[in-house]
């Protein structure tokens, strides 16, 4: 009995409101594999329970009086990484303070969940609540500042041999920052790139933002018809699928309500599936960090169709799921990791309309 208990997942809850510990701890404590050891009403009490209680994962609200979210957050990662689910309010400034929060090493987030204890928390919710905070305590910390990630040298392109070709990719939890140090990298040349990145609506938007200030590519949310032209980066919106269609003599993407696949709206296999179909060997997709396994299936269609297709690694993946989910389906013509996936995009970019891939030797 006592091993068992060691084994649990030990949680810190760090929230002003005491209805939401409530909440959060009743959902944690249905999962066997999950022990609550504490909850802290603000940062300063949540510091001193750090120390005294050792849990494997905090969730942390991002908004609180006093010292908010995210000042405690990057002390922490600081002084004391350790995986953070941050829970955030669904609306444009809660999206904004979370997309801080996961450049600054936060490993994913769950918007609050609405309802009370007995009525109204849907069983999706609680079971996503469960899963991040059980994928966040296998979870690689990375606390790259986006200062470090600026720093890096940006690459270049022979623009006389640059093909016609559109890169795809895709990301859950850690990819907001994967997304970032790989777009930093690229020259305003790149090919066409979309990408679905795991969240909810109002979240892409933000995201899309940030970025576009962050990069040489003009970067976006998605709207349906938007042509993949040379220096665009089109994000799924989230909430709804995103496919890639010809338009002219280019590309351009379909944006449209549907199911969830694989639990996703936006989803991985969706993107790639589109892409093996609709740009074959002249499609370059990249399956990066996440939890689960959406995009394996359509990583392999990818290659199955002729196209190149890269997986990153475990060591720089924050959860490595969906890369390993890709590596285990055989749908990996490589395996790279996060500081290399830009210098084979751009070997890859450069290649031109060589059918060979020269680029790989």
């Not at 009403?41 to 969730?59: F, S």
């Not at 690694?313 to 990996?332: L, T």
Request: aromatic content about 4%.
């Amino acid at each position: 009995m006592h091993m068992a208990a060691a084994k649990k997942i030990k949680v810190l809850i760090i929230d002003d409101s005491a209805l939401m510990r409530q909440i959060i701890t009743a959902i944690l404590h249905e999962d066997p594999d999950m022990h609550v050891v504490g909850t802290a009403a603000n940062p300063l009490i949540a510091r001193e329970k750090i120390k005294t209680l050792k849990p494997d994962v905090l969730t942390l609200d991002v908004e609180m009086p006093g010292m908010d979210g995210i000042t405690f957050l990057e002390k922490l990662m600081r002084l004391h990484p350790l995986p953070v689910v941050m829970v955030s309010t669904h609306t444009e400034k809660g999206a904004a303070t979370t997309l801080r929060a996961l450049e600054l090493g936060a490993v994913d987030f769950v918007t609050k969940p609405h309802g009370g204890l007995r009525d109204g928390i849907r069983p999706e919710v609680m079971e996503e609540i469960r899963a991040k905070v059980r994928a966040a305590a296998g979870a690689h910390v990375r606390t790259v500042k986006p200062e470090e990630i600026s720093a890096l040298p940006p690459l270049s392109i022979r623009s006389l041999f640059c093909r016609e070709g559109i890169i795809v990719m895709g990301a859950s939890a850690g990819g907001t920052q994967a997304i970032t140090e790989i777009l930093t990298r690229l020259p305003p040349q790149t090919p066409g790139i979309a990408i679905v990145q795991h969240m909810p609506p109002k979240f892409t938007a933000s995201f899309a933002e940030r970025l576009n200030d962050h990069c040489q590519l003009e970067v976006r949310e998605a709207k349906s018809g938007d042509r993949l032209k040379t220096g665009t980066v089109l994000i799924a919106p989230g909430g709804q699928q995103m496919a890639l269609m010809r338009a002219g003599g280019g590309y351009a993407v379909r944006v449209y309500d549907d199911e969830p696949v694989n639990r996703h709206r936006p989803s991985v296999d969706v993107l790639f599936d589109s892409a093996a179909r609709i740009v074959g060997a002249q499609a370059l997709g990249i399956i990066l960090t996440g939890m689960g396994s959406d995009g394996a299936r359509g990583l392999r269609a990818m290659k199955n169709a002729g196209a190149y297709t890269i997986a990153q690694d475990e060591k720089s993946s924050v959860v490595f799921g969906m890369p390993e989910q890709a590596i285990r389906h055989g749908a990996a013509c490589q395996v790279l990791s996060l500081e290399r996936i830009p210098e084979y995009l751009m070997e890859w970019a450069n290649s031109g309309e060589q059918s060979e891939k020269r680029f790989l030797t």
